[in-house]
Structures are given as C-alpha cells and as structure tokens.
C-alpha cells in the first residue's frame, strides 16, 4: 500500500514537472524556434526614417538605413524617450529626451548618457514586408 501511494505521488510530480528524464527525447513542440513577425510594410519606412511599430506585445522602432532595415526597441534605455521620434543620422539615432545616441545596427550606445544597449531584433525584409524573429 505504501509503494501504491509513493508511484502515484512520483506520477503526480511527473506530471507537474517540467524536467525531462535524461533518456526523454526532446520533442519538436519543446525545441526553441523564433516566432516571425509582421511589423508594416517596407514602403511605410522611408530611408533616413523610422516608424513605430506594436506588435506581438512589443514596442519598436523599424529604421531604413539607405535601404537596410533594422529593428531595436522603440524605448530609451536612459528613459522616456521614444527612439522612431529621434533623430536620424546615417546608422546613429539621438533620443529625443536627453540627446543619448545609439548606433542603429547593433544597439550599442555610440554617446551619453545613455549607458545600456538598446535591444536590437533579427531582422528579415520578404515580399515587401518587414518582419522580425522573437524567442
Ligand atoms: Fe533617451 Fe535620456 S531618455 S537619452
């Protein structure tokens, strides 16, 4: 009777678990692939521009680098400012609240006092569409 209540009880937190036995294969659902998504049309972001953009819970800026389309994070990392509405020079963007810049392709800050990267996304231009790949 004690070993009936000890196999169900090992079932139960089985069940509950989110470990895997070292011999469960992984399967397919389990394994990590990014999510692709929509985030407007290429023809929305001129050259030298940024546009806005929410989807998929995220807030973005999607900038059109001569031709070149990159995404980072719409938010400051320093503050308040929203970096579509900054200003645009070449690959650097200058936050419109306290004038930090960061470099476009990467996110690295580039000028004070902006001290943390902002996040960028991979980036996938097809069928006139910009899409980005989210974890
Ligand atoms: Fe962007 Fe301060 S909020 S530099």
Redesign the pocket.
């Known amino acids: 009777m004690i070993l009936i209540g000890f196999f169900y009880a090992e079932q139960c937190s089985v069940e509950n678990s989110t470990r895997r036995h070292p011999l469960q294969q992984e399967t397919p659902q389990e394994t990590e692939v990014p999510t692709r998504v929509e985030l407007c049309k290429a023809d929305q972001v001129a050259a030298g521009t940024a546009l806005r953009v929410e989807a998929a819970g995220l807030t973005v800026a999607v900038f059109n680098v001569d031709g070149q389309f990159y995404v980072t994070d719409d938010a400051?990392?320093?503050?308040?400012?929203s970096?579509s509405e900054g200003y645009i020079d070449g690959d650097v963007v200058e936050?419109?609240?306290?004038?930090?810049q960061f470099d476009i392709r990467t996110g690295e800050v580039v000028s004070p006092?902006?001290m943390i990267p902002v996040k960028t996304y991979p980036t996938v231009v097809e069928g006139g569409a910009v899409f980005i790949e989210v974890d």
């Open positions: 400051c990392t320093h503050g308040p400012g970096l936050c419109n609240f306290h004038n930090g006092p902006c």
